[in-house]
């Protein structure tokens, strides 16, 4: 039980508590500039219906979504609530990071530029921060890129790579985080970002001093628990939501 999540009487109320939490979730993302044309995607597991999920219209601006804007989508693809498409890829990817790991209530996944610069490199993060020791040890690369991701066996194999990781780096391709909540898997996709912003800016200045391996570990249980996560986005969740309320329509 994760006893620091709010706990709802109703699944009506647990399904507007998520949905709320994923339209600003949606919402920092397009104020941080993670969109790219129509590409990306942040699922939410439904409180009920545990095999569909929660996810942006395809095509609509992150920046304008609205609680009422999000689709639900089955475990066959079929957008069951909504009148709009969904991704082809957000489908193949999401689906099956959420049939693999029962725990992931919310993924994270979008062609950010220091995400996708780092991606090319095909190597997981070093320990350069105390931020992004929330990652050591607790991400994979998934090394390997062979076009768009719409076929369910290339979504299976990005959800093998993931492992029961946090996240993962898409060689050529960008970030995909998960969390026991929407506020965790987002928050770190935005420190995820930060940190590869982080590791890009200290090697194109010089050779950086990595933080030793046990320091790391321990820095890494202290950052990196899921309710760190999750406490990670509550004051990036308030400044939101207090500046752009609409998207609680
Ligand atoms: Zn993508």
Known sequence: MNSYLPQFDTVDEARRHRKERLAAAFRLFGRFGFDEGVAGHITARDPELLDHFWVNPFGMSFSHIRVSDLILVNDKGEVVQGDAAVNAAAFAIHSQIHAARPDVIAAAHSHSI?????????????????????????????????????????????????????????????????????????????????????????EAAGTPVLIEEDSARLTSKQVGSHVAGWFGFQPLYAKITREQPDLFD
């Open 114 to 202: 220091y995400g996708k610069s780092w991606s090319a490199l095909g190597r997981l993060l070093d320990p350069l921060t105390q931020d992004v020791c929330a990652f050591y040890e607790d991400h994979a690369l998934f090394d390997d890129y062979t076009g768009v991701v719409l076929d369910l066996e290339e979504g299976k194999r990005i959800a093998h790579a993931l492992g029961d990781h946090k996240a993962a780096i898409l060689r050529n391709h960008g970030l995909l985080t998960v969390g026991h909540s929407v506020d965790e898997a987002a928050w770190w996709f935005i420190t995820m970002e930060r940190s590869c912003q982080a590791q890009l800016l200290a």
